[in-house]
């Protein structure tokens, strides 16, 4: 079996838990990040995992576009979702949901809420200024879950040994 991590990042931390799944989940993984590779065919993969990030409340636009265009594939493989984002508890929730069709939520055999960071030096003077005024957050915060990660790597596992491949 080979699996596949699509995510989308901007300051690095949807990249950061693409690779602690990659080496935690228990098969050939591929990461490929979507603003800046091209996502190959998806005919050759077993297990897909989705992860990205959200800002002012919408995930990127490639994202978007890729979940769109390819949900009917998405739904014939092993998948799973996870978002990076700062808010906490239902508001957090509500962002997941907003961010994957409830299709595609419900086809998942494990879904991530990560966390997120604001590292003020990734940033752009926009995002900075934006930030500032916002959240009235003026230097880097973290709320990025480990502790979730290791769950959500947990349930794909599981899943490996439960479940044969689809057809």
Sequence with gaps: MK?????????????????????????????????????????????????????????????????????????????ALYLCCMHEGEERQKQFEASFSSRLRNHASACGLFGGELIFSKMSYFEKLMIKKAAKVTEDQSTFDEKAIQGFTAKINQSLKSDPAPV
Excluded: C, W
């Design 3 to 79: 699996g596949l991590i699509i995510f989308s990042t901007s300051h690095g931390t949807t990249e950061k838990a693409a690779e602690y799944v990659s080496s935690h989940v228990n098969l050939e993984m591929t990461r490929v990040n979507i603003k800046k590779e091209k996502v190959p065919s998806l005919d050759g993969f077993d297990v897909i995992v989705i992860g990205t990030s959200i800002h002012i409340g919408q995930i990127p636009r490639k994202m978007r576009r890729f979940l769109m265009s390819n949900e009917d594939v998405l739904l014939t493989k092993k998948l």
